[in-house]
């Protein structure tokens, strides 16, 4: 019995003293990495979310603790791209994770407002940047601008550079609130399901949280936003002229739907670089695809064999 109880209080030493020598510290990439070392360089092993609770370990140096630190290497692109990791924790497993894709020792919130970024605690000294509603960020300390303003310094994700940031951003527009950022892990599911019983599930489900009005608004434009819109139902325009699919990339493929939606089953498909077709009609309506906004066109190859919708960005009369 005595060693059983020496056994459990050694265990719960070893634990405080694990626990001791680690720093909190937040995913803010969405999707990030975590690494495992294999022959001296970085290899991917899991994912996680942005806003996911790290543990990063440290090491003693000069009476202070500091992160495990290493510089290494990492395959971007079939190429050798140097790196700095810090060695973390998560769910009881060691990993390394880059530098510049977390933040320590802060606080995690949400952005419930468009808000710009300052480079400064001044109003007068603002980025050229915003953070969207739903953004996952950190902060620490406040203060108080042009003698008016309560102000957070805050950490961010760059998704076009893909570095983190530092700033500052008006309190008034974050929340801290468990409930919001629960709602906002909600929402970013909603984004990604076209099923819509698990649409109206994930609803339903923040409804019940006890939200933020702007948070609530937000979590109702992206349902809406979501909605099937059948673009045929503005009519289509007979054409009866001979044209072309224009291929800009060979290395990928033109889909050809049945439908004119990008979530309509692919009919068929052009790798050539220019293809002869009968164009047959269009929609009335332009759709938006990425940054291109244009109509569809109904298509059949040259002998008359029905084939598909195509997006206008490809279509050459």
Known sequence: MKKIILSVIAALFSFSVFAANEIDAIMLQNQ?????????????????????????????????????????????????????????????????????RISLNEKIAIVKKAAAVYRSPDIADVKNSSLPIGEIITFDSKYIANEKFEMYKISYFDEINYVTRNGYIMVSKISADKNDLKACKLIAQLKTTEDVTIQEELFNNINKLNISNEILSYAKAVKESLKPYDILDDGITSLNTYGYVVNPDTNSKINIRVSPSTKADVAASFEDEVTSVYIVSCTNSKDTIGNAENYWYNIQSEDGEPLGWVFGEYIQY
Do not use: F, H, I
């Not at 500091?66 to 290494?72: D, F, L, N, Q």
């Not at 990791?85 to 390394?96: C, I, L, M, R, T």
């Open 32 to 100: 990030g990495s975590l690494y495992v070392e294999k022959d001296g360089k970085m290899e991917w092993k899991v994912s996680v979310d942005a806003g996911t609770a790290l543990s990063v370990l440290t090491e003693d140096v000069d009476g202070k603790k500091v992160p495990v630190t290493k510089e290494s290497t990492r395959v971007v692109n079939k190429k050798d791209v140097k790196c700095t990791v810090y060695q973390v924790s998560y769910n009881g497993k060691e990993y390394w994770v880059l530098t510049d």
